[in-house]
């Protein structure tokens, strides 16, 4: 498994969770790396993402309470959600692109690899 996600589960609004995603030494080194979500019934979207020179961008629905960061030594990056909303409820994925330095599918990035989704609930 190259991807590994976890720290869902199911928060009031304005509540906090931060995700995680182990990613396999070399899949890291060579990624760029994003989260994903998909609520019911709506297509796959990219919520974060993050260049190995730290560049990110967001959409702006959770622009100011969401960030995406890695930790080399761990391989792993993470999505800190803070004052969530009923409408962030969803399956979150992170996904890696080997096209560095790119963050998004319309400028290039093509996420090839995912790990399982972790199911986010918000209650209102």
């Known amino acids: 498994v190259q991807l590994q996600a976890s720290g869902g589960g199911k928060v009031q609004a304005g509540e906090s969770l931060t995700l995680s995603c182990a990613a396999s030494?070399?899949?890291?080194?060579?990624?760029?790396m994003g989260w994903y979500r998909q609520a019911p019934g709506k297509t796959r979207e990219l919520v974060a993402a993050?260049?190995?020179?730290?560049?990110?961008n967001y959409i702006d629905s959770v622009k100011g309470r969401f960030t995406i960061s890695t930790d080399g030594a761990r391989n792993t990056v993470y999505l800190q959600m803070n004052s969530l909303k009923p409408e962030d409820t969803a399956v979150y994925y992170c996904?890696?692109?080997?096209?560095?330095?790119?963050?998004?599918?319309?400028?290039?990035?093509?996420?090839?690899?995912w790990g399982q989704g972790t199911l986010v609930t918000v209650s209102s």
């Open positions: 030494g070399r899949l890291f080194r060579d990624s760029t």
């Open positions: 996904a890696a692109s080997r096209q560095l330095g790119v963050l998004t599918p319309a400028r290039g990035a093509r996420y090839d690899y």
């Open positions: 993050i260049t190995k020179s730290g560049a990110t």
